[in-house]
């Protein structure tokens, strides 16, 4: 629950113009959900999982946030907060 919330106030907070003209999306996937099991499969997600992708020409390149999520959202939000911006921020250019 950290990683999603912290994720979201990150995101909201740094990208709200991006947000608003939906050059930036940020989506919560509840994986077990039978209609979201093809993204699960995709990402190879099995439980709570933090992706960042970007799609330029019809072409996806992501990154799993994964590890770095669940080793700072809770104990260090601040920290994770800044790194989830920061990646967002380099995969916007």
């Given at each position: 629950m950290a990683i999603e919330k912290n994720a979201k106030e990150a995101?909201?907070?740094?990208?709200?113009d991006e947000l608003k003209n939906g050059t930036l999306v940020f989506r919560t996937i509840?994986?077990?959900e039978p209609k979201n099991e093809a993204i699960?499969?995709?990402?190879?997600?099995?439980?709570?999982?933090l992706f960042i992708s970007k799609w330029k020409a019809g072409k996806e390149t992501y990154e799993n946030l994964t590890e770095?999520?669940?080793a700072n959202a809770r104990?260090?939000?601040?920290?994770?907060?800044?790194?989830?911006?920061?990646?967002?921020?380099?995969?916007l250019k």
């Amino acid at each position: 629950m950290a990683i999603e919330k912290n994720a979201k106030e990150a995101v909201e907070a740094e990208f709200a113009d991006e947000l608003k003209n939906g050059t930036l999306v940020f989506r919560t996937i509840d994986i077990s959900e039978p209609k979201n099991e093809a993204i699960a499969e995709k990402y190879e997600v099995t439980w709570s999982s933090l992706f960042i992708s970007k799609w330029k020409a019809g072409k996806e390149t992501y990154e799993n946030l994964t590890e770095y999520a669940f080793a700072n959202a809770r104990t260090a939000p601040a920290t994770f907060k800044n790194g989830v911006a920061e990646k967002v921020r380099t995969l916007l250019k």
